[in-house]
């Protein structure tokens, strides 16, 4: 399969081009004029045609990925 232009992996295509179909099938209005009424390629429909914004969210540390980076840098001071 091609990488779709845009997008980083298919894998995160599949994920934007799901996520947008489950809001039309919940209600929301197209944004482009499609001759389908399947959200799924209404979707699709959307996306080549630049309508549909997406980002890749950032990792927001733990506490616990915190604590174990403290601990893994404790031993390497001057003994």
Not at 30 to 41: F, G, I, L
Not at 63 to 71: C, F, G, N, R
């Amino acid at each position: 399969m091609k990488l779709v232009e845009g997008f980083d992996s298919n894998y995160r295509y599949v994920l934007v081009a799901a996520r947008r179909a489950r809001q039309l099938q919940n209600g929301a209005r197209p944004v482009v004029e499609s001759h389908s009424r399947k959200p799924c390629r209404i979707a699709e429909e959307e996306i080549q045609a630049g309508r549909v914004k997406w980002e890749i969210p950032k990792v927001v540390k733990t506490s616990l990925q915190s604590a174990s980076e403290v601990l893994d840098h404790a031993g390497d001071g001057d003994d």
